[in-house]
């Protein structure tokens, strides 16, 4: 009796599936603590270091201008040279970077530090998630990237907590909160030696024995590797071929879908005691804590809606639902706190699920001999977003007050509903073969005519 054989799409879950999504982790665990804990640590530094608005901005968005570089680079020289050796180096660089920190007397070295810092974690968010998704199982695929928004809030919620008993340890404290960052990394570091290279982008470079074995060894003699993923030429594919007839519309969703949600998320909670004053909440903690858990209970909860709504209403209806809960906090008189903390803790638990669908819906957009680089530039655009809104925010709300702000920034999710309207895909059942199912067109040979190339027809 023949045993029965899997592609690695319809593989049964394994304890490597699961490893290897731990792994992953790293790169959300820590860019969630980053991103918490320069929140928590510029209000000490700004009068040390006696930072102007503009400046404080720049600190607070350093990182995430960074990522948007290491995204682009990294993620296109992952389709060049392979997930495994960036995936394993990224977290050297965040280590060194982050203990370089706790000695800084100046803001530029600070800026730098944490571009460093971001550039590392922007490779690692296309790397991590790409890897994961060509290992894992279609059934699990949406759940698996899905869980790595949750790390992501678990890092942020994590920084808030040690931040806030940091903080009653003197004027210097912002030093061991920005050093705290290399603790996480130091063991994630540790924790990658040993990752396999993806089984996927081997079979895309022709290198199928290895790939072949990678498969047996890690997910089990029944399954195999699907080896109709090849070049038909000896072509480059680069970045113009996101720009094809056939992949157009899905890289500009995907960079436009992506930024608009996350441009009100990072500009948020990047400076969420900062809001909370201008809301008019004195003592802040409490409430801090309290949006923290509807923040970690509503990425807990998108798990759940990753698995149960189509990719496509789940993105358009979130978006309008947080529209609408940031436009009534925007019009809302502070004296008013019980409808501005409703609004808010609306907007903060339907937000933290729908991140979950920017783990998963990059890498279900594109075909593997291109996907890190899809991924990649999605993630950039994104970033380009987080960053101007962590970088304006705080001048904004000096200049403009609070409403103003929010109202931006009620505009910016606005515009994400109607771009998923017209253009949201939905990819939910897709295998990653049936996604590659795209001719990355065009280019033109020596006779004048186009020629393509065929990914896994």
């Known amino acids: 009796m023949n045993e029965q054989t899997y592609k690695i799409d319809d593989a049964p879950l394994n304890r490597f599936h699961l490893r290897i999504t731990a792994l992953t982790f790293g790169a959300n665990f820590s860019d969630g603590y980053a991103l918490g804990i320069i929140g928590m640590a510029i209000t000490l530094l700004s009068p040390a270091m006696k930072l102007s608005s503009v400046w404080g901005g720049l600190i607070g968005s350093s990182a995430l201008?960074?990522?948007f570089i290491g995204c682009l680079v990294l993620g296109r020289l992952s389709d060049r040279i392979g997930r495994q050796r960036i995936f394993q180096t990224n977290f050297l660089i965040i280590t060194i970077a982050s203990v370089l920190q706790f000695f800084v007397n100046d803001p530029v070295t600070l800026f730098l530090l944490r571009l460093l810092i971001g550039f590392a974690l922007g490779g690692d968010f296309v790397v991590g998630s790409t890897l994961l998704a060509e290992f894992a199982p279609r059934k699990y695929r949406g759940f698996l990237l899905a869980s790595l928004n949750v790390i992501w809030t678990v890092g942020y919620v994590a920084s808030n907590i040690v931040g806030y008993y940091l903080a009653k340890t003197g004027p210097e404290s912002w030093r061991w909160m920005l050093v705290s960052a290399a603790i996480p990394a130091f063991i994630v570091l540790l924790m990658r030696i040993g990752t396999p290279e993806s089984p996927g982008w081997l079979v895309s470079v022709g290198r199928i024995e290895e790939a072949r074995r990678i498969v047996k060894k890690y997910l089990g003699q029944a399954v195999e590797i699907d080896n109709t993923i090849s070049h038909q030429s000896n072509e480059i594919i680069d970045f113009k071929h996101l720009f094809s007839r056939n992949l157009w519309k899905r890289t500009a969703f995907g960079g436009l879908f992506y930024a608009c949600q996350v441009l009100p998320y990072?500009?948020?909670?990047?400076?969420?005691p900062l809001i909370l004053v201008y809301m008019g909440f004195r003592e802040n903690f409490l409430v801090d804590l309290l949006l923290n858990l509807f923040l970690l209970s509503g990425t807990i909860t998108g798990l759940w809606c990753i698995q149960k709504f189509s990719r496509r209403g789940f993105t358009i209806y979130t978006f309008a639902i947080t529209s609408v809960a940031l436009f009534i906090l925007s019009i809302t008189n502070t004296d008013s706190h019980f409808i501005i903390l409703t609004a808010f803790i609306i907007f903060t638990f339907v937000m933290a699920a729908a991140g979950n669908l920017t783990m998963v819906?990059?890498?279900?957009?594109?075909?593997?001999?291109?996907?890190?680089?899809?991924?990649?530039?999605v993630s950039a655009i994104s970033r380009i977003g987080s960053a101007i809104g962590a970088f304006l925010l705080p001048i904004t709300l000096d200049s403009y007050g609070l409403s103003t702000s929010m109202l931006g920034m009620t505009a910016v999710l606005l515009l994400g509903t109607v771009i998923s309207i017209a253009w949201a895909p939905e990819t939910k059942s897709l295998?990653?073969?049936e996604a590659s199912d795209l001719n990355l067109d065009v280019d033109t040979g020596e006779n004048g005519k186009e020629k393509s190339v065929e990914i896994a027809r």
């Open 361 to 377: 819906y990059p890498a279900e957009l594109f075909p593997t001999e291109i996907r890190a680089s899809g991924v990649g530039l």
């Open 431 to 433: 295998s990653l073969n």
């Open 65 to 67: 201008i960074g990522i």
């Open 266 to 272: 990072y500009a948020i909670y990047t400076f969420l």
